[in-house]
C-alpha cells in the first residue's frame, strides 16, 4: 500500500508519496480543511494510505483510501 503524506510547506500544503521528493499535489491558498478535502479527491483516484500531519509536523490523523483497504478491522 502507498503511503501519502499531506503537510504544510509554509503558505502552501502539500501531497507528498513516500519515497519521492516532488510533491504529488500542491494546494496553494488554502486552509488545512479544504487541503484535506483536496487530498481526499485526489486518494479516490489513488490507493493508500494519507497521513496527515499537524501544522507543527507531528503525526495527526491516518486515512485509507479505499476505506475496504483499510487493515485495521476494530470496533473503536
Sequence with gaps: MDNYFLQNNGSD???KKEGNSKASKTFKDMNKT???QAAAQF?????????????DGKFEE???YPKSKDPKKSKG
Design 62 to 64: 491516518e486515512r485509507t
Design 43 to 55: 486518494m479516490k483516484n489513488h490507493s493508500g494510505s494519507l497521513k496527515i500531519r499537524k501544522l
Design 13 to 15: 500544503w502539500e501531497l
Design 34 to 36: 479544504e487541503a484535506t
